[in-house]
Structures are given as structure tokens and as C-alpha cells.
């Protein structure tokens, strides 16, 4: 392990969302406007498919997963602030016109993962549940709150588990592809190896990242704002340490 860096523990994605906050107080422009390019485009999918249920369901996945690709110039701005500097948006703009290839690439691949768990989900309803899921208020009324327990539990499990290879895949691998002029098999090997070695701050580090992103949904959105740039930010931290270990 690099002895610069410190050791990853439990306690370190208390530390990543410290540093990564400090980041955004530091140079706030460009995560703030990251946090609202993403909480827009996440209420104009809402205002499109509110009253189909597949339609939001499916955009909203798209959303979470491809979200982090949209944030990827915030780990540029942390890398800047690391070395001394702020970027302003004109750098961060640039480096989206550059048109990164490799990034291209994952963001297509998370795309088809958030297209696979919206089929799989879909058919795991459709197949189960009694009643025909068309609106958001049908899933709340006859699988959320279904008097028998069982279809609601079983598809946060089905989700729980699609979700794991991608979080395993991208938690290190995004950033290092903005760090590194390395292959998208190379960081994506690399965020397994990572994941493999720190099981439990893994865990904990996603179960964080999954409550600060409910607590903005569920604040119209508006929360996200915050939460989107503060993460990107926190992310850049936990890849130095995860890295370095």
C-alpha cells in the first residue's frame, strides 16, 4: 500500500464526503451547475412519463446510472484543487468537447446495464404481480403495499443484485479514466480489484451514496443539486485512496 495515502477503513466514506464537500465549497461554480444541468434533466424526465409507470421507471434508471458519467468533469475539478488550482467552466466544457472516447464507450455500456434491469424488473412484475402495473400509483398501491409480503422484497433483491456489478465496475473505474490514459477493461479490473479488497467501506460507501440520492429525490429533486456535485467530489477521493491501497 502507497504509505501517502491513508488506509482504507470504515471510516474512510465519512472522510471521501468531508473532502469531497470541502471541493465544492472551494470551487462551487462547476458542481453547482453540473447539480442543476442533472436535477433539470431528471424533472423533465418526471414531467414526461409521470403517469407511465415502465416509461419513468426506465428513465429514471438511465438517470442514476448514466449520472455519473455527466459528472465526470468534477474529477477534474477535484484533481485541479488537488494540485493548487480552480477550473471554471470553460475548462470543464472543454474537456466534455473533447469527446473523450473512452467514456463514451462506458457511458454506452451503463446505458444497455440500465436497460437490462428495466426488462428484468419489468418481466419479475409483470410475471408476478396479479394486477397489471401501468402507473406509478399501481406499483405504490399493489406492489409496494401489497397485503402479502414477498413481490416488493424479492424486486429490491433482483435490483440489489443487478446493481452490485455496475457499482463494482464504475466506483473506480470513472475516475481513472479521467486520471489515466488507461483502457476501459484496465478500470474497470482495477474498481473490481478495489471493491474485492474493502468488502465492508464498499458496502457502506454505497449504501451513503444511495441515501444522499433518495434524500435529494424525495426534496422534488431539488436536493440533488447538492448531492450530484458533493458526490462527484467525494468519488475523486475515494478513487485516490482505493487507488493508492
Known amino acids: 500500500m502507497n504509505a501517502s495515502r491513508p488506509a482504507v477503513t470504515l471510516a474512510s466514506p465519512w472522510r471521501w464526503l468531508r473532502l469531497g464537500w470541502a471541493d465544492l465549497v472551494r470551487n462551487p461554480v462547476p458542481g453547482l451547475v453540473h447539480g442543476l444541468l442533472v436535477t433539470a434533466f ?3 424526465l418526471l414531467l414526461l412519463a409521470r403517469d407511465r409507470f415502465w416509461l419513468l421507471a426506465g428513465a429514471f434508471s438511465g438517470f442514476l446510472i448514466v449520472a455519473p458519467i455527466l459528472a465526470t468533469g468534477l474529477y477534474a475539478v477535484s484533481r485541479a484543487l488537488q494540485d493548487g488550482r480552480r477550473m471554471d467552466m470553460a475548462e470543464v466544457l472543454g474537456l466534455w468537447r473533447s469527446g473523450e472516447g473512452r467514456l463514451v464507450r462506458f457511458g454506452l455500456l451503463l446505458g444497455l ?12 412484475i409483470t410475471l408476478a404481480s396479479p394486477t397489471p402495473i401501468e402507473r406509478p400509483l399501481d406499483f405504490l398501491r399493489f406492489v409496494v403495499l401489497a397485503p402479502e409480503p414477498g413481490l416488493f422484497e424479492l424486486w429490491l433483491l433482483q435490483g440489489a443484485l443487478l446493481a ?3 457499482y463494482a465496475s464504475t466506483v473506480v473505474a470513472l475516475p481513472m ?14 474498481s473490481w480489484r478495489a471493491v474485492a ?15 444522499l440520492v433518495g434524500l435529494g429525490m424525495v426534496m422534488a429533486l431539488v436536493g440533488l443539486v447538492l448531492v450530484i456535485p458533493w458526490i462527484a467530489h467525494a468519488s475523486w ?7 493508492a491501497a
Open 177 to 190: 479514466l479521467v486520471d489515466r490514459p488507461v483502457q476501459v477493461h484496465q478500470a474497470v479490473m482495477a
Open 42 to 44: 431528471g424533472g423533465l
Open 237 to 243: 477521493h475515494a478513487y485516490r485512496d482505493l487507488a
Open 164 to 166: 452490485t456489478p455496475v
Open 197 to 211: 479488497a474493502h468488502p465492508a467501506p464498499m458496502v457502506l460507501w454505497a449504501l451513503l451514496i444511495a441515501i
Open 113 to 124: 446495464a440500465g436497460t437490462g434491469w428495466v426488462l428484468t424488473s419489468a418481466g419479475l
